[in-house]
Protein backbone atom coordinates (compact mmCIF):
# COMPACT_ATOMS: atom_id res chain seq x y z
CA UNK A 1 0.00 0.00 0.00
CA UNK A 2 1.55 3.56 -0.73
CA UNK A 3 0.47 5.02 2.93
CA UNK A 4 1.23 8.88 1.05
CA UNK A 5 -1.05 8.05 -2.12
CA UNK A 6 -3.64 7.18 0.67
CA UNK A 7 -2.97 9.52 3.40
CA UNK A 8 -3.88 12.40 0.24
CA UNK A 9 -6.88 10.48 -0.59
CA UNK A 10 -8.06 10.15 3.09
CA UNK A 11 -7.77 13.95 3.40
CA UNK A 12 -9.53 14.87 0.12
CA UNK A 13 -12.49 12.70 1.41
CA UNK A 14 -12.49 14.48 4.42
CA UNK A 15 -11.90 17.66 2.76
CA UNK A 16 -14.79 17.35 0.08
CA UNK A 17 -16.98 15.43 2.94
CA UNK A 18 -17.37 12.35 0.39
CA UNK A 19 -16.18 9.29 -1.20
CA UNK A 20 -17.44 10.56 -4.47
CA UNK A 21 -16.58 14.00 -4.03
CA UNK A 22 -12.71 13.18 -3.21
CA UNK A 23 -12.56 10.96 -6.40
CA UNK A 24 -14.20 13.69 -8.48
CA UNK A 25 -11.40 15.73 -7.04
CA UNK A 26 -8.52 13.74 -7.88
CA UNK A 27 -9.52 12.39 -10.86
CA UNK A 28 -9.93 8.60 -9.70
CA UNK A 29 -13.15 5.88 -9.69
CA UNK A 30 -15.14 6.23 -6.64
CA UNK A 31 -14.41 2.12 -5.54
CA UNK A 32 -10.49 3.34 -5.35
CA UNK A 33 -11.02 6.18 -2.84
CA UNK A 34 -12.94 3.40 -0.69
CA UNK A 35 -10.84 0.77 -0.85
CA UNK A 36 -7.76 2.62 -0.19
CA UNK A 37 -9.46 4.22 2.79
CA UNK A 38 -10.51 0.52 4.27
CA UNK A 39 -6.90 -0.22 3.39
CA UNK A 40 -5.41 2.60 5.73
CA UNK A 41 -8.12 1.49 8.35
CA UNK A 42 -6.82 -2.02 7.90
CA UNK A 43 -2.97 -1.14 8.24
CA UNK A 44 -3.63 0.85 11.66
CA UNK A 45 -6.12 -1.78 13.01
CA UNK A 46 -8.56 1.81 13.95
CA UNK A 47 -11.75 3.46 12.15
CA UNK A 48 -10.90 6.50 11.09
CA UNK A 49 -14.19 7.50 9.82
CA UNK A 50 -18.23 6.72 10.50
CA UNK A 51 -20.01 6.46 7.68
CA UNK A 52 -23.60 7.00 7.33
CA UNK A 53 -26.06 7.94 4.60
CA UNK A 54 -25.36 11.86 4.73
CA UNK A 55 -22.15 12.31 5.54
CA UNK A 56 -19.04 10.96 6.69
CA UNK A 57 -17.35 11.76 11.01
CA UNK A 58 -14.02 11.39 11.72
CA UNK A 59 -13.75 9.07 14.87
CA UNK A 60 -11.32 10.54 17.73
CA UNK A 61 -8.68 7.96 16.14
CA UNK A 62 -9.78 9.97 12.89
CA UNK A 63 -9.36 12.98 14.00
CA UNK A 64 -6.00 12.69 15.12
CA UNK A 65 -4.34 10.89 12.37
CA UNK A 66 -5.99 13.32 10.03
CA UNK A 67 -3.80 16.05 11.95
CA UNK A 68 -0.88 14.22 11.33
CA UNK A 69 -1.08 13.52 7.47
CA UNK A 70 -1.99 17.12 6.79
CA UNK A 71 1.33 17.72 8.86
CA UNK A 72 3.33 14.99 6.77
CA UNK A 73 1.90 15.98 3.40
CA UNK A 74 2.86 19.56 3.73
CA UNK A 75 6.37 18.31 4.69
CA UNK A 76 6.57 16.11 1.22
CA UNK A 77 5.23 18.60 -0.95
CA UNK A 78 7.74 21.79 0.84
CA UNK A 79 10.36 19.10 -0.18
CA UNK A 80 9.44 18.50 -3.53
CA UNK A 81 8.39 22.25 -4.10
CA UNK A 82 12.13 22.88 -3.12
CA UNK A 83 13.58 20.14 -5.01
CA UNK A 84 11.91 21.29 -8.26
CA UNK A 85 12.68 25.09 -8.02
CA UNK A 86 9.45 26.60 -6.76
CA UNK A 87 11.36 28.13 -4.14
CA UNK A 88 13.52 29.87 -6.44
CA UNK A 89 11.62 30.19 -9.46
CA UNK A 90 8.15 31.56 -9.65
CA UNK A 91 5.77 28.73 -11.04
CA UNK A 92 2.59 27.06 -9.46
CA UNK A 93 -0.89 28.29 -8.41
CA UNK A 94 -0.57 31.20 -5.90
CA UNK A 95 -3.97 31.20 -4.51
CA UNK A 96 -4.44 34.96 -2.62
CA UNK A 97 -7.81 35.80 -0.08
CA UNK A 98 -9.19 39.29 -0.24
CA UNK A 99 -12.41 41.09 0.41
CA UNK A 100 -14.89 41.50 -2.18
CA UNK A 101 -15.01 45.03 -2.31
CA UNK A 102 -11.18 45.93 -2.27
CA UNK A 103 -9.73 42.76 -3.88
CA UNK A 104 -11.62 43.88 -7.26
CA UNK A 105 -10.92 47.34 -7.02
CA UNK A 106 -7.35 47.20 -6.08
CA UNK A 107 -6.18 43.50 -5.44
CA UNK A 108 -6.96 42.59 -9.13
CA UNK A 109 -5.68 44.78 -11.41
CA UNK A 110 -2.43 44.36 -9.27
CA UNK A 111 -2.67 40.72 -9.71
CA UNK A 112 -3.47 40.85 -13.77
CA UNK A 113 -0.21 43.18 -13.89
CA UNK A 114 1.85 40.41 -11.84
CA UNK A 115 0.94 38.07 -14.49
CA UNK A 116 2.29 39.48 -17.24
CA UNK A 117 5.94 39.46 -16.03
CA UNK A 118 5.62 35.84 -14.31
CA UNK A 119 3.94 33.40 -17.08
CA UNK A 120 4.93 30.27 -15.12
CA UNK A 121 2.38 31.51 -12.14
CA UNK A 122 -1.46 30.94 -12.39
CA UNK A 123 -3.33 33.00 -9.63
CA UNK A 124 -6.67 31.60 -7.95
CA UNK A 125 -7.99 35.21 -6.61
CA UNK A 126 -10.87 34.33 -4.03
CA UNK A 127 -12.44 37.77 -3.38
CA UNK A 128 -14.82 36.63 -0.50
CA UNK A 129 -16.27 38.59 3.14
CA UNK A 130 -15.67 36.04 5.55
CA UNK A 131 -12.81 34.84 6.99
CA UNK A 132 -11.39 32.02 5.70
CA UNK A 133 -8.74 29.66 6.88
CA UNK A 134 -5.16 29.82 5.34
CA UNK A 135 -4.41 26.46 6.22
CA UNK A 136 -7.63 24.20 5.73
CA UNK A 137 -8.46 26.60 2.12
CA UNK A 138 -4.65 26.15 0.88
CA UNK A 139 -4.34 29.66 0.42
CA UNK A 140 -0.87 31.47 0.07
CA UNK A 141 -2.01 34.98 1.18
CA UNK A 142 -4.84 36.70 2.03
CA UNK A 143 -5.72 40.60 2.36
CA UNK A 144 -7.39 41.37 6.06
CA UNK A 145 -9.08 44.96 7.04
CA UNK A 146 -9.53 44.59 10.28
CA UNK A 147 -7.64 43.96 13.97
CA UNK A 148 -5.58 40.33 13.61
CA UNK A 149 -6.38 38.01 16.65
CA UNK A 150 -2.99 36.34 18.17
CA UNK A 151 -2.23 33.79 15.64
CA UNK A 152 0.54 32.49 14.00
CA UNK A 153 0.00 34.63 11.06
CA UNK A 154 2.93 36.77 9.70
CA UNK A 155 0.82 39.81 8.62
CA UNK A 156 2.38 43.10 7.00
CA UNK A 157 1.04 45.95 7.58
CA UNK A 158 -0.70 48.11 4.31
CA UNK A 159 -2.52 50.90 6.09
CA UNK A 160 -5.74 51.36 7.66
CA UNK A 161 -9.34 52.05 6.94
CA UNK A 162 -12.64 52.69 8.92
CA UNK A 163 -16.54 53.04 8.92
CA UNK A 164 -18.49 55.62 7.13
CA UNK A 165 -21.95 56.67 7.42
CA UNK A 166 -23.23 57.81 3.67
CA UNK A 167 -26.39 57.84 1.73
CA UNK A 168 -27.26 59.12 -1.68
CA UNK A 169 -28.05 63.31 -2.53
CA UNK A 170 -31.57 62.49 -3.05
CA UNK A 171 -32.14 60.79 0.18
CA UNK A 172 -31.13 63.61 2.23
CA UNK A 173 -32.45 65.93 0.75
CA UNK A 174 -35.67 64.27 1.34
CA UNK A 175 -35.14 63.24 4.73
CA UNK A 176 -32.67 65.67 5.95
CA UNK A 177 -29.16 65.49 6.87
CA UNK A 178 -28.30 63.98 10.32
CA UNK A 179 -26.08 66.04 12.56
CA UNK A 180 -26.01 63.86 15.70
CA UNK A 181 -25.47 60.91 16.43
CA UNK A 182 -29.19 60.19 17.95
CA UNK A 183 -30.39 61.95 15.11
CA UNK A 184 -29.93 58.11 13.44
CA UNK A 185 -32.92 56.94 14.79
CA UNK A 186 -35.00 58.65 12.43
CA UNK A 187 -33.33 57.18 9.57
CA UNK A 188 -33.92 54.20 7.42
CA UNK A 189 -30.70 52.18 7.96
CA UNK A 190 -29.18 49.51 5.37
CA UNK A 191 -27.37 46.69 7.84
CA UNK A 192 -24.52 45.64 6.87
CA UNK A 193 -23.75 41.76 8.03
CA UNK A 194 -20.48 41.10 7.34
CA UNK A 195 -19.57 43.75 9.69
CA UNK A 196 -20.99 41.98 12.27
CA UNK A 197 -23.61 45.44 13.40
CA UNK A 198 -26.22 44.13 13.58
CA UNK A 199 -29.30 46.65 14.66
CA UNK A 200 -26.18 49.09 16.30
CA UNK A 201 -23.54 51.06 14.89
CA UNK A 202 -20.41 51.50 16.60
CA UNK A 203 -19.35 55.39 16.50
CA UNK A 204 -16.66 57.10 18.63
CA UNK A 205 -17.34 59.47 21.20
CA UNK A 206 -16.16 62.84 20.98
CA UNK A 207 -13.63 63.05 22.83
CA UNK A 208 -12.55 59.73 21.24
CA UNK A 209 -11.79 57.36 24.61
CA UNK A 210 -14.73 55.04 23.59
CA UNK A 211 -16.38 53.54 21.56
CA UNK A 212 -20.48 54.35 21.72
CA UNK A 213 -22.52 51.76 19.92
CA UNK A 214 -26.03 53.72 18.55
CA UNK A 215 -29.21 51.59 17.58
CA UNK A 216 -30.70 51.71 13.88
CA UNK A 217 -33.42 51.02 12.27
CA UNK A 218 -32.49 48.27 9.20
CA UNK A 219 -35.06 49.03 6.41
CA UNK A 220 -32.69 46.70 4.20
CA UNK A 221 -30.08 43.79 5.28
CA UNK A 222 -27.77 42.79 2.67
CA UNK A 223 -24.75 40.64 3.31
CA UNK A 224 -21.85 41.87 0.94
CA UNK A 225 -20.44 45.31 0.87
CA UNK A 226 -21.57 45.99 -2.72
CA UNK A 227 -24.84 45.45 -2.48
CA UNK A 228 -25.08 47.96 0.42
CA UNK A 229 -23.16 50.99 -1.23
CA UNK A 230 -25.53 50.17 -4.00
CA UNK A 231 -28.93 50.47 -1.97
CA UNK A 232 -27.31 53.53 -0.04
CA UNK A 233 -27.02 55.05 -4.22
CA UNK A 234 -30.18 53.91 -4.53
CA UNK A 235 -32.02 56.33 -2.06
CA UNK A 236 -32.74 53.53 0.33
CA UNK A 237 -31.18 54.80 3.52
CA UNK A 238 -27.99 55.10 5.41
CA UNK A 239 -25.25 52.40 5.05
CA UNK A 240 -22.20 52.38 7.91
CA UNK A 241 -19.16 50.97 5.32
CA UNK A 242 -15.93 51.10 5.26
CA UNK A 243 -14.31 54.23 3.46
CA UNK A 244 -12.63 52.34 0.54
CA UNK A 245 -15.76 51.12 -0.27
CA UNK A 246 -17.87 53.84 -0.30
CA UNK A 247 -15.02 56.02 -2.20
CA UNK A 248 -16.03 55.17 -6.00
CA UNK A 249 -19.69 56.23 -5.24
CA UNK A 250 -18.66 59.51 -2.81
CA UNK A 251 -16.34 60.28 -5.83
CA UNK A 252 -18.64 60.27 -9.04
CA UNK A 253 -21.15 61.88 -6.64
CA UNK A 254 -23.43 59.60 -5.68
CA UNK A 255 -22.95 59.50 -2.11
CA UNK A 256 -22.40 61.75 0.52
CA UNK A 257 -20.46 60.96 3.83
CA UNK A 258 -21.62 62.41 6.79
CA UNK A 259 -21.22 62.19 10.57
CA UNK A 260 -17.56 62.64 10.32
CA UNK A 261 -16.80 63.52 13.82
CA UNK A 262 -18.02 60.36 15.27
CA UNK A 263 -16.01 58.04 12.86
CA UNK A 264 -14.63 55.34 14.62
CA UNK A 265 -11.01 54.43 15.32
CA UNK A 266 -9.26 53.27 11.85
CA UNK A 267 -8.58 49.63 11.90
CA UNK A 268 -5.52 47.97 10.28
CA UNK A 269 -5.08 46.67 6.42
CA UNK A 270 -3.10 43.78 6.14
CA UNK A 271 -1.74 41.40 3.99
CA UNK A 272 -0.80 37.93 5.98
CA UNK A 273 0.19 34.57 5.67
CA UNK A 274 0.59 31.31 7.34
CA UNK A 275 3.70 29.98 9.44
CA UNK A 276 6.96 30.60 9.28
CA UNK A 277 8.53 28.66 6.88
CA UNK A 278 11.05 30.21 3.92
CA UNK A 279 7.93 31.67 1.22
CA UNK A 280 7.91 29.92 -2.27
CA UNK A 281 9.21 32.26 -4.92
CA UNK A 282 5.63 32.87 -6.28
CA UNK A 283 4.76 34.25 -2.98
CA UNK A 284 7.93 35.98 -1.96
CA UNK A 285 7.46 37.49 -5.42
CA UNK A 286 4.02 38.73 -5.30
CA UNK A 287 4.34 40.28 -1.62
CA UNK A 288 7.33 42.36 -3.31
CA UNK A 289 5.23 43.36 -6.24
CA UNK A 290 1.90 43.89 -4.49
CA UNK A 291 3.08 45.53 -0.85
CA UNK A 292 4.33 48.74 -1.72
CA UNK A 293 1.46 49.32 -4.76
CA UNK A 294 -1.40 48.40 -2.20
CA UNK A 295 0.05 51.07 0.26
CA UNK A 296 0.61 53.71 -2.03
CA UNK A 297 -3.10 52.90 -3.18
CA UNK A 298 -3.82 53.59 0.59
CA UNK A 299 -1.99 56.61 0.71
CA UNK A 300 -3.36 57.76 -2.40
CA UNK A 301 -7.21 57.26 -1.25
CA UNK A 302 -5.86 59.12 2.09
CA UNK A 303 -4.93 62.26 0.42
CA UNK A 304 -8.16 62.23 -1.35
CA UNK A 305 -10.97 61.28 0.90
CA UNK A 306 -11.93 63.02 3.75
CA UNK A 307 -10.70 61.50 6.99
CA UNK A 308 -11.70 57.75 6.95
CA UNK A 309 -8.25 56.09 5.58
CA UNK A 310 -5.01 56.75 7.80
CA UNK A 311 -1.09 56.48 5.85
CA UNK A 312 -0.04 53.83 5.84
CA UNK A 313 2.70 52.41 8.10
CA UNK A 314 5.64 51.01 6.32
CA UNK A 315 6.44 48.31 9.25
CA UNK A 316 5.91 44.72 8.87
CA UNK A 317 4.20 43.69 12.29
CA UNK A 318 4.51 39.63 12.85
CA UNK A 319 1.64 38.04 15.13
CA UNK A 320 2.63 35.02 17.17
Given at each position: ?51 STRKLTLTDAGATYIDGCKRILEQVGEVERTVSGEFSVPR ?163 LKLVLREFDPDPVPVSLVRAGQGPLAAKSRLFMDFAVPRL ?26
Amino acid sequence: MDRLDAMNILVATIETGSFSAAGRKLGIPLATVSRKVADLESHLGARLLLRSTRKLTLTDAGATYIDGCKRILEQVGEVERTVSGEFSVPRGELVIAAPGVFGHMYVLPIVSEYLSIYPEVNVRLLLTDRVPHLLEEHIDLALRVGALPDSSLLATRLGTTCRVVCGSPAYFAAHGTPKSLADLSGHACISFDALAQGPAWKFATTLRRTEKAVSVRPRLTVNTAEAAVEAAVAGVGLAHVLSYQAWPAYQAGQLKLVLREFDPDPVPVSLVRAGQGPLAAKSRLFMDFAVPRLRKVLEKLTKKNPPGLAKADSTAAAYA
